[in-house]
C-alpha cells in the first residue's frame, strides 16, 4: 500500500511545468534573436559584396572609355578654351543639360562627357570618296568593283546602317582631322562583295560641332588633306541617377538613349590631374581645370572615385545595424573640396573605388 501511494503522487507540479515552459521560451527568444541577427548582418554582407563588385566593374567601364577619347588624335580641348574630348560638370543636382538632353542627376555626383572614341575600327577610303559638297562619304567594301582579285578593305557584312546615325563622324590623315554628324546612311544596293554604304553628314549639333578645328562644318570641296580613314565616332555622358543607378546616355538615330551601367551607385566623383610647373608631373588634383590648361598640356590624367552605397539604411536594421553612419572621410575627394557629405545619405554603408587614366592630350 505504502508503495503504490508512493508511485501514484510521483510527478512534476503544475507551477514546475510553467517555470519549464518559461525557462524553455526565454531559450528560444534568445536563439531566434541571435538568428534574426545572423541574418540581418549576412544581408548587409552581402549588400555589402554586391555594391563592392558594382563599385568596381562602373569604376574600370568608365576608365576604359576615358582610354579611349581623343581617337584620330582630336584634342581633350582647344586652344580657344573649348573642351572637345571630354567635359566635367562639378558636383551637380536635379535637372542638369548635357550634350544630348536634359537628365535627373542624383545630389552631389559629377556629369562626365568623353567623346572622340571609337566602337568599331575605322573604315578606309580615299580623298575622292569623300564629298563635302554634297555631305556624302562612299565606302567601299572592295578596293576595284567588280575585280575578284581585290583586295576586301572594308568587312561590311555586320554594319547596321542605322546604328550609325546620329553619332559624329571623322575624317583622319596627316594628323588632321574634320568632324560631322551622321543624318542618313544605307548600302546601295549592291551585293557582297561589292557593297557600297553611302553615309550623309552635316555639321552637326549637340557635342559634334566643337570637335571642328574652324568651328565650322566641312564644306565646298574634298578636303585638303589626303583622307585614308573616316570613322565614327560616339559621345558618351556619365552620371548618377536619383535612383541610384550609373547611367550613360549616348547618341543615337532618335537624338539620344539612356543605358544602365551599375545599380546601387551613389556618386561619381571626377578630379583632373594638372601638371602647374610644367617638368612633366602632375602636382594638382582639380575639379575646376579650364580647357585652356588642359590644352596647354597641362593635364595628363584624371581620376575617377564610383562611390557605391548599401540599397538600404543599416542603421533602419533591428540588431548591430543601429545607429550606423558612414564616416565623413569615406566621401572627402582630394582636389574637391567643396564636396560636402551631408549631401549623401549616411544611413548606409559605403563602397568606394578610385581608379585613374591618363589622358591623350593632343593639342592645336
Excluded at 238 to 247: C, E, G, Q, R, S
Aim: aromatic share 8%.
Amino acid at each position: 500500500m505504502s508503495s503504490t501511494h508512493k508511485n501514484r503522487v510521483s510527478g512534476f507540479t503544475l507551477i514546475e511545468l510553467l517555470v519549464a515552459v518559461g525557462l524553455l521560451a526565454i531559450v528560444f527568444v534568445g536563439i531566434l534573436n541571435m538568428l534574426d541577427t545572423s541574418t540581418t548582418v549576412s544581408k548587409v554582407e552581402g549588400a555589402l559584396a554586391d555594391t563592392q563588385e558594382n563599385v568596381r566593374f562602373a569604376a574600370y567601364h568608365i576608365m576604359r572609355t576615358v582610354r579611349m577619347t581623343g581617337g584620330g588624335e582630336m584634342p581633350f580641348a582647344r586652344d580657344d578654351g573649348t573642351w572637345v574630348c571630354g567635359r566635367l560638370l562639378n558636383n551637380e543636382t536635379g535637372a542638369v543639360t548635357t550634350d544630348l538632353g536634359t537628365v535627373q542627376v542624383a545630389p552631389g555626383s559629377d556629369v562626365l562627357t568623353l567623346r572622340g572614341f571609337y566602337e568599331a575600327p575605322p573604315f578606309f577610303t580615299n580623298r575622292f570618296d569623300v564629298r563635302p559638297d554634297l555631305g556624302k562619304i562612299t565606302i567601299r567594301e572592295r578596293r576595284q568593283k567588280g575585280d575578284a582579285s581585290s583586295d576586301v578593305i572594308n568587312p561590311l557584312a555586320g554594319v547596321d546602317p542605322n546604328s550609325l546615325v546620329g553619332r559624329g563622324v571623322v575624317f583622319m590623315g596627316r594628323r588632321e582631322y574634320a568632324v560631322g554628324k551622321v543624318t542618313t546612311a544605307a548600302f546601295n544596293g549592291e551585293a557582297d562583295p561589292d557593297r557600297q554604304l553611302e553615309i550623309y553628314y552635316d555639321g552637326g549639333d549637340g557635342p559634334w560641332p566643337s570637335l571642328n578645328p574652324t568651328g565650322a562644318a566641312l564644306s565646298g570641296s574634298e578636303p585638303a588633306f589626303t583622307v585614308y580613314r573616316v570613322g565614327i565616332i560616339n559621345s558618351f555622358t556619365y552620371f548618377v541617377a536619383p535612383d541610384n543607378t550609373l547611367m550613360r546616355q549616348r547618341a543615337d538615330s532618335s537624338g539620344s538613349r539612356l543605358e544602365p551601367v551599375a545599380v546601387n551607385i551613389g556618386s561619381l566623383q571626377v578630379v583632373f590631374g594638372v601638371d602647374t610647373t610644367g617638368d612633366g608631373m602632375i602636382d594638382t588634383w582639380s575639379s575646376t581645370a579650364t580647357a585652356a590648361q588642359a590644352a596647354a598640356g597641362m593635364v595628363g590624367a584624371m581620376r575617377i572615385t564610383v562611390l557605391g552605397r548599401t540599397p538600404f539604411d543599416v542603421r533602419d536594421l533591428s540588431g548591430a545595424g543601429s545607429g550606423w553612419q558612414e564616416p565623413v572621410a569615406t566621401f572627402q575627394i582630394e582636389g574637391d573640396p567643396a564636396l560636402s557629405a551631408t549631401l549623401f545619405n549616411r544611413g548606409a554603408k559605403w563602397r568606394r573605388m578610385d581608379v585613374t587614366a591618363g589622358l591623350r592630350n593632343f593639342t592645336l
